[in-house]
């Protein structure tokens, strides 16, 4: 993971852990002229760090959303010990989430150079699979929200058939510019508290008034058991099953009462082979905004009936703000940390229940829990839905 909280993983999960917010006032731009003056950026510090991932001239085709997703997949590669020379490589693949390469009026201001290869949305894509010699399915998702979850689900689907045996999936994004913040502001659906910006993001909360902007990237290796085993890797976590669903309602809004959201969880027990007695906790799109939080809270209720009031369900967004495209990917790698070692991270700023929302959200502080079996939400724009269920790793149980 690269968030606001971290630019690796173990940083942000300790972050996280300790309900750390990663909202501020926004420095990449002057925001003055913006409704919405704070966001989720990435730490100071990126930049300098990512250098040493790319030569000079690499960094020339790049935006910082290509940057982003190039060096946040190569920790993942270097973290899980994997070697692809040792693999078929038309056996390995690449599938990321990108809703598109933030080729804004920031990279502009900067460069116009290279304008074709930064905005080209499968060019994080290629790049790894040029960088590692992987010759299989390579390609981009753009589903808004749940971009990275659909990456997930299609990378599942490439080692499940047996096309693949490893398969790189993930996403990355940033909509820090000007012009990004404003077409947001144009949807009302930006927080604008600005004068608290470590508060503006509280999900569930009666006093939300829309989500907050996050910039990130997500990497996970997908693996085969049988591959996994052979080579001995650190096992994090089982993906059991997903199911991928389109309400074909609005371009905004989710279906009334959650409708689309129930179906979306619902399929994704039953293709993972489970009941929903089976799922433990539930990490959740969680927005901040008043109409998501609402839907998914129903949905939640509708599905799992009088159990919904004893499954906890968290929202990361409320310290790392809304990732877009590569929230799907982040919230699944904190839901196998999570089911790995036993605690669930805050929904930090619930300090004011909504009556409407009264289900377990953990608030505001982590908790220690045995999870065996978690679902990560992501719940899109355009009706794009997904639910990936996770399970303990079969090595650990």
Not at 38 to 50: R, S, T, V, W
Not at 74 to 102: C, E, H, K, Q
Request: glycine residues 8%.
């Amino acid at each position: 993971m690269i968030t606001a909280l971290g630019l690796n993983y173990q940083t942000c999960w300790e972050n996280l852990k300790n309900g750390q917010s990663g909202v501020k006032k926004i420095t990449l731009f002057d925001p003055e002229d913006n409704e919405t003056r704070i966001a989720a950026q990435l730490p100071d510090g990126f930049e300098e760090y990512a250098r040493g991932y790319y030569t000079r001239r690499l960094k020339q085709q790049m935006t910082r959303v290509t940057r982003m997703a190039y060096v946040c997949a190569i920790n993942a590669v270097n973290n899980s010990r994997i070697d692809f020379n040792m693999f078929d490589p038309l056996r390995v693949g690449v599938i990321l989430g990108i809703v598109d390469t933030g080729y804004n009026s920031l990279e502009q201001e900067e460069s116009e150079d290279n304008r074709i290869l930064k905005s080209m949305n499968n060019a994080p894509c290629a790049l790894l699979s040029i960088k590692y010699k992987i010759e299989g399915p390579c390609f981009p998702v753009s589903t808004a929200c749940s971009s990275s979850g659909y990456a997930i689900g299609l990378g599942y689907d490439l080692i499940d058939n047996n096309r693949c045996d490893a398969v790189i999936v993930g996403g990355a994004d940033s909509t820090l510019s000007p012009e990004q913040v404003r077409g947001f502001n144009e949807l009302y659906a930006l927080s604008v508290n600005n004068p608290e910006p470590e508060k503006a993001s509280c999900p569930f909360s009666r006093e939300r008034d829309g989500f907050v902007i996050g910039e990130g990237a997500g990497m996970l290796i997908l693996e085969s058991e049988e591959s996994a085993l052979k080579r001995n890797a650190e096992i994090y976590g089982e993906i059991a099953g997903y199911a991928m669903t389109t309400e074909a309602y609005n371009l905004l809004s989710p279906k009334k009462d959650g409708e689309g959201m129930v179906r979306t969880m619902e399929l994704a027990v039953k293709n993972a082979g489970m009941t929903v007695n089976d799922i433990d906790y539930i990490n959740a799109h969680g927005t901040s905004t008043f109409l998501n939080d609402l839907c998914e809270t129903m949905a939640i209720k509708a599905l799992f009936k009088e159990r919904a009031y004893s499954i906890p369900v968290t929202s990361s967004k409320s310290m790392i703000g809304h990732t877009i495209g590569a929230a799907g990917a982040i919230e699944s790698i904190i839901t196998a940390l999570s089911i790995k070692e036993g605690i669930l991270t805050p929904t930090i700023n619930l300090e004011f229940n909504d009556p409407e929302l009264d289900l377990d959200y953990v608030p505001c502080k982590a908790r220690k829990q045995v999870i065996n079996t978690g679902l990560s939400n992501s719940f899109a724009f355009g009706g794009h839905n997904v639910s990936i269920v996770i399970k303990k790793a079969f090595r650990n149980l």
